[in-house]
């Protein structure tokens, strides 16, 4: 009963690294879906996915790839990072269309230097 | 595009007051509505939801009514305790779009 796990936790970067943030359910929803959480900005959409092999960009994409090659896993790559992208990242994912609630990962609190 | 707006915080009660937050919405047609809830270092919860025009989503003595007629949905419970302290977030739901937040209302309740 995981529901959607996020790894890792925390993470420390310097800028221009590169590196993926993991996501993972075990519900078998075909909705996924990346959001960044920043003080005063409520939560932003990044990337998200409605089906495996099916992704579209969200409201702030710049900086930010991913890929669905499965239903179960939807990784967030940063390729090259940034200051600007030091926030909490949370995943989520949903059974179907727009009646349904979204389950959330704990979150990644990712800070960039 | 739509979106979602909610009462800035924080907001601070005491013990057994009655809660309200403001929420409203910009959409076309009828999207399907939401509260979720973060406590601290956790991730979002859901807390409850609206999937058309006059239904009440209630939860753990949450409630909120979806009113078309003011694109509203606004958040109460008539007691709250020190355990409801968290961040509330109204957000949308329309179509294949994912979710489209609020920026969050912090809520303290001190004893």
């Known amino acids: 009963n995981a529901g959607v796990t996020q790894t890792p936790k925390f993470q420390v970067l310097k800028t221009g690294q590169s590196m993926t943030l993991q996501c993972a359910q075990d519900?078998?929803?075909?909705?996924m879906s990346w959001y960044r959480q920043d003080p005063g900005m409520g939560l932003r959409l990044i990337h998200y996915?409605?089906?495996?092999?099916?992704?579209d960009q969200g409201e702030v994409p710049n900086g930010y790839n991913v890929s669905r090659s499965t239903t179960e896993d939807f990784p967030l790559r940063l390729l090259s990072a940034a200051p600007s992208q030091t926030s909490v990242y949370f995943c989520?994912?949903?059974?179907?269309?727009?009646?349904?609630?979204?389950?959330f990962g704990s979150g990644t609190r990712l800070t960039v230097v | 595009g739509n979106s979602v707006t909610q009462m800035e915080g924080p907001v601070t009660l005491s013990e057994e007051a009655f809660l309200t937050i403001n929420c409203t919405y910009t959409?076309?047609?009828?999207?399907?509505l939401f509260w979720y809830v973060q406590y601290p270092g956790e991730g979002l919860q859901l807390l409850l939801k609206a999937t058309k025009a006059d239904d009440k989503g209630s939860n753990k003595g949450f409630e909120a009514t979806y009113r078309k007629e003011t694109t509203s949905f606004h958040l109460e419970k008539g007691s709250v305790q020190v355990s409801d302290s968290a961040v509330y977030f109204c957000a949308l739901s329309q179509g294949n779009t994912p979710l489209v937040f609020g920026k969050g209302t912090r809520l303290s309740v001190i004893a």
């Open positions: 996915s409605v089906g495996a092999g099916i992704t």
């Open positions: 519900m078998n929803h075909e909705y």
């Open positions: 959409a076309t047609g009828y999207p399907s």
């Open positions: 989520a994912s949903s059974e179907g269309r727009n009646n349904y609630g979204y389950t």
